[in-house]
């Protein structure tokens, strides 16, 4: 059989496509090494423990990909940093939970799972703080990232201290709006939802006052306040 020729416009077409693949390889190799120099820029700013010029700085790069990840990690956590030490909670609450977030989708995976909960759990703090500084739609919008957030947690940990801990945080904030105008019909679910939780949360504690793990002590503090204020919750609620 004879070998099938291009034709003129086959060839064409083909030497056109050329340069706009060439251009593409281009950009990514760009793309590729500016995202390597502004990593290797952040980790020396978080060696240093420079969270203010971390905060300050813009990433440009959207794609998923370790590089791209590690960036709004470092960048989202020093924003917690900064939010934790009460410099400008509102900004900086809303900076981390927004950049890692972004860094736990962007990344495709993890040598370190503990690290990995580390930024999780702090994603799940940042949201719990960020709820109260709001009001209005912005903080329901907030209450249904928070839920989301300790979700992903507790799939990372199921009945982990922390994840135990914010997925009962995020469902109180849930049920709390129906507290104000709750009648016979709403009453029964609400209370079956408060109840549930609250069983759960009292059950790590007891857990914990058995066999105490390793970040009960970071959480006991925490665990107290959330069973005052789920009883104050069942209390408004009128559950029997």
Known sequence: MRPQTRSPVHRTALMRGQPALAACLVLILVFSGCTSLQLSQFRQHAARGDQEWLAAQTINCQRASDGCGQLHLIRGDACFRLAKMGRDPAVNFACAADELKKGLTLK??????????????????????????????????????????????????PE??????????????????????????TRVPVCIRLKRTVTRVLAVMETAREDTPSDWDRFADNYQRLVFDMGSAMQAAECR
Do not use: H
């Open 108 to 157: 495709p995976s993890w040598d370190n799972a503990d690290v990995q909960l580390r930024y999780q759990e702090n994603l799940c703090e940042s949201l719990r703080n960020l709820k109260d500084l709001q009001s209005g739609e912005t903080a329901e919008q907030t209450v249904k990232r928070f839920l989301g957030a300790a979700k992903a947690l507790y799939q990372l940990a």
């Open 160 to 185: 982990s201290v922390p994840a135990v801990y914010y997925l009962a945080s995020a469902r109180l904030m849930q049920m709390e709006p129906m507290l104000g105008d709750i009648n016979a019909a």
